[in-house]
């Protein structure tokens, strides 16, 4: 992978470390779900991290509703500007009547903004 060190440290636990690792799980994921995808909202760089603010659209699913899981990767970059180590959080995406699927089903939102 062009912009990561061989050696390349995931805090992920479903992903093996090194750049290699990482391919084959997206290619995996990509044979598994012909629609995956992500979708990048926002990307913030701050000495040598870099945070990205995602949706994975059906990484676990091929359901054309999917409404996603809410990422923020965080990579550490070295001087060379190779990542060298991720770590991430991740929400599943609710709607307006099922906004927070991870608490309990059918907790309507309470603003309008949505996770995007």
């Keep these: ?31 598994d779900h012909e629609r995956a995808r992500v979708v990048v909202h926002k ?3 701050v000495g040598d991290y870099v945070f990205a603010h ?8 091929d359901d054309p509703a999917d409404t996603g899981i809410a990422g923020v990767d965080i990579y550490k970059f070295d001087e060379d500007g190779l990542a060298t180590e991720h770590w991430e959080t991740l929400q599943l995406v609710g709607n307006p ?18 996770m995007f």
Aim: positive net charge; without cysteine; hydrophobic residues 45%.
């Design 1 to 31: 992978m062009k912009f990561l060190r061989p050696d390349y440290i995931q805090h992920n636990p479903l992903i093996a470390d090194g750049s290699v690792a990482l391919g084959q799980y997206f290619g995996q994921v990509t044979r």
């Design 43 to 45: 990307i913030i760089a």
């Design 54 to 61: 995602v949706n994975f659209l059906n990484l676990l699913t």
């Design 97 to 114: 009547a099922n906004s927070a699927p991870w608490v309990a089903p059918n907790i309507p939102r309470a603003n309008p903004q949505g």
